[in-house]
């Protein structure tokens, strides 16, 4: 993989957490010393969730062996259109940030980690080493959270669907990118 396809995949990665620290910005108004902190959960649990899904994914390549890219092609496709489509559907209720509770402030960050799982899964399965693409993942998030908390005190919730849909269409096109290797369209 690319240094320009891992920092796209890893700003993909962070958009689902950003447009969370927006809206949990916005309410909580917190100080440096609390954007620090969030950003350190969220950039910690984002990094560490695509190795875990790598691991199942590499579990499972000995059983899906030529299947492999194709699946990694729709679990990209499936959370892309996922990220995409909750952009535009979510509840009012849904975008309500949580209270200072450090677990809810976990819950949150795992909430938002599932999709960087599911691309562990699919970097498994086409064969790609994870701990540098995970590594910038987990900075990207932390380093795009701390800004989304900051831009959230100072502007409200505005962004984050924008920053959602962005995200979705990386992980689509990287799985348009997986199907036309499989199909030798791309060398």
């Known amino acids: 993989m690319t240094p320009l396809a891992i920092l796209a995949l890893s700003l993909s990665m962070s958009a689902d957490a950003f447009a969370a620290s927006i809206g949990r910005g916005a309410s909580h108004r917190p100080n440096w010393n609390q954007t620090i902190?969030?950003?350190?959960?969220?950039?910690?649990?984002?990094?560490?969730?695509?190795v875990i899904g790598w691991l199942f994914g590499k579990l499972a390549s000995g059983f899906v062996g030529a299947v492999a890219p194709?699946?990694?092609?729709a679990?990209?496709?499936?959370?892309?259109?996922?990220?995409?489509?909750?952009?535009?559907?979510?509840?009012?209720?849904?975008?309500?940030?949580?209270?200072?509770?450090?677990?809810?402030?976990?819950?949150?960050?795992?909430?938002?980690?599932?999709?960087?799982?599911?691309?562990?899964?699919?970097?498994?399965?086409i064969g790609t080493p994870i701990l540098i693409i995970a590594l910038c993942i987990g900075v990207s998030t932390l380093i795009i959270t701390g800004i989304g908390l900051r831009i959230g005190r100072a502007a409200g919730d505005r962004l984050g669907s924008g920053a959602e849909v962005i995200g979705g269409l990386v992980l689509i096109g990287f799985g348009v990118h997986t199907a036309l290797e499989q199909l030798g369209y791309l060398g």
Do not use: Y
Request: hydrophobic share 55%; charged share 15%; net charge negative.
């Open 37 to 50: 902190k969030s950003a350190l959960v969220f950039g910690v649990v984002e990094g560490i969730t695509p």
């Open 70 to 73: 194709w699946i990694a092609f």
């Open 75 to 125: 679990l990209l496709i499936v959370v892309g259109g996922r990220m995409i489509w909750e952009a535009f559907h979510r509840d009012q209720e849904d975008d309500a940030p949580p209270s200072q509770n450090p677990f809810l402030l976990i819950a949150m960050a795992i909430g938002t980690s599932i999709d960087a799982a599911a691309v562990g899964v699919s970097l498994a399965l």
